[in-house]
């Protein structure tokens, strides 16, 4: 579940880039965020991971009061809220394993689980034979699965992904967007910021959009909706 009540996000230039937001989402959904350009998406975004405090309000994600957290409880947090950003943010000197191992909640666990598990997630993206593989060897669209499965190596309960298939040209960005509806299938929540109207259109789920900081829509088996 992710709650936000009467959130409001005003950066430190002076923009309010969010306006009493309040939104429930059950476990298990997959939904949509989409607006214009500077709207407030990723503002939505970065405040239910922490990348960004709210200036009042409450925020609740997967069981964790996200602006009463201390600094020192943000890294478990995060193993239980994966991101997937749009430019991937893998490290370029690991492999494809290592990077997803980077991210392993690791608690006395011997290498042997650590190898299984790593190799659980790359199976789940289909890329367990480009394991030894860097980043720069991979195509966009594979390194975008190397984020999904670091994103996925803890079995969170949420995933958010601002514009994920944002670099992606359209045959990959299905490719992602089959991959989140999978792990949503397993019952992971999934909040996905997008531009791309196609997708939107083409799969009728929740549709939360923002304009100018504000829900102005909010449909269970929504549309893209604007025009660019
Ligand atoms: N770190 C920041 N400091 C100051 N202002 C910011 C910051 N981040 C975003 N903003 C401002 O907040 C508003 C909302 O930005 P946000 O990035 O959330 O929009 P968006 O809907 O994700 O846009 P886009 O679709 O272009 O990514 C914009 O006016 C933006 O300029």
Redesign the pocket.
Known sequence: MIEMQDVWKE???G?T?LSGVSVRIPQGTFVYVV??????????IKLMYRQERPTKGHIFVGGFNIERLRERQIPMMRRHVGVVFQDYKLLQQLTVAENVAFALEVIEVSRKMIYKRVNEVLELVGLEDKRNMLPLELSGGEQQRVAIARALVNKPKVVVAD?PTGNLDPENSWAILKLLERVNDRGTTIVM?T?NRELVNASKKRVIA?ED?RINRDEERGDYGYED
């Open positions: 950066y430190g230039n923009v880039a607006g214009p350009s500077g709207a407030g998406k990723s503002t939505f514009e910021a531009h923002i900081g």
